[in-house]
């Protein structure tokens, strides 16, 4: 099939079907969507625009979020007012952001290392915080992933699994210091850190146009210390507001998109996004942290190495 405003011609069961992947990996992970759905757009489906691929993948990074947010709030895996402070900082960050990749970022030969350079240092963050001297200082979130798997268990054996949100996040203190219990672990963190956060981190997505999960997972998991089953849904709930505001900044700088071609891809994306957060209950954390870090290890070497006119 031909889609005349992004200038390419393909299989609309190819758009679906990976669609439907980078909806599952994000919803489940919290990361790589924005990713994943630029190696679709620049390397499977051959867009050459840089401008009119960047926020084409965050239009797919907005609507996972829509679909599996609910159902993580549903079973208490979400923090509320950590995914606000993100989300209010990346209003600011995506506008820097954007304008930024639209006046610097204009093609694939500036636009793609950079996209790899990005993505493979957070790879390598994400290997070195699985070596076992990290490790050792994640007691706290190993237990309450430990604890919310032997209940998940537990409750699949039984035919209980509604009664899942009574072990999920609950406050016992909000405003600027807030304080939360997570299966039976106690988490703090002040405001102040995921505002800051989310605004760095919509600068660089908005300029590479994706979601920002491939940050916001390790900053979540490692400097706030949250277990990775309230990660995902705390990550894509901040997401959908920096998104909207970057894509609404591109289009108005006068970037494309091409609608016939996203509505495929939003089928295959909701989709994907509804079977992230039900099937993730029942993989380990620790899987999902290594599934992230193979994905990104490889998109960042192959992109960053395309530079150099080297193909893996």
Do not use: C
Request: proline share 4%; glycine share 10%.
């Amino acid at each position: 099939m031909d889609f005349a405003v992004s200038g390419v011609t393909v299989n609309p069961i190819l758009l679906i079907l990976w669609s439907l992947f980078v909806g599952y990996v994000f919803s489940t992970v919290g990361a790589a969507g924005g990713i994943l759905a630029g190696v679709g757009h620049i390397t499977i489906f051959g867009i050459k625009n840089a401008n009119m691929v960047k926020p084409m993948n965050q239009v797919l990074t907005l609507i996972s979020p829509m679909i599996s947010s609910p159902l993580y709030f549903k079973e208490r895996r979400l923090v509320v007012p950590a995914a606000i402070a993100l989300g209010l900082g990346g209003i600011i960050g995506a506008l820097i952001g954007s304008y930024l990749s639209s006046t610097y970022l204009p093609d694939m030969k500036t636009y793609k290392p950079f996209f790899g350079a990005i993505t493979l240092f957070i790879a390598i963050k994400i290997w070195t915080e699985m070596l076992p001297s990290a490790q050792e200082k994640q007691k706290t979130v190993k237990k309450a992933n430990k604890a919310f798997e032997s209940k998940v268990k537990e409750l699949k054996a039984s035919g209980k699994m509604n009664e899942l949100k009574d072990i999920g996040v609950k406050f016992s203190e909000m405003g600027v210091s807030n304080t939360f219990s997570f299966a039976g672990e106690t988490f703090k963190y002040n405001v102040f850190s995921p505002f800051l956060a989310g605004g760095i981190v919509a600068i660089i997505s908005a300029a590479l146009g994706v979601g920002g999960g491939f940050l916001l997972v390790p900053y979540l998991s490692s400097m706030l210390g949250f277990p990775m089953f309230i990660v995902a849904g705390t990550s894509v709930l901040s997401i959908l507001v920096s998104s909207a505001t970057s894509i609404a900044n591109y289009v108005r700088m006068g970037s494309s998109l091409d609608f016939a071609m996203l509505g495929f891809e939003v089928v295959g994306v909701i989709i994907g996004s509804y079977l992230g957060p039900v099937l993730s209950k029942y993989i380990k954390g620790q899987y999902l942290k290594v599934f992230l870090a193979v994905i990104l290890t490889y998109i960042g070497l192959r992109y960053l190495l395309s530079a150099f006119g080297i193909s893996i």
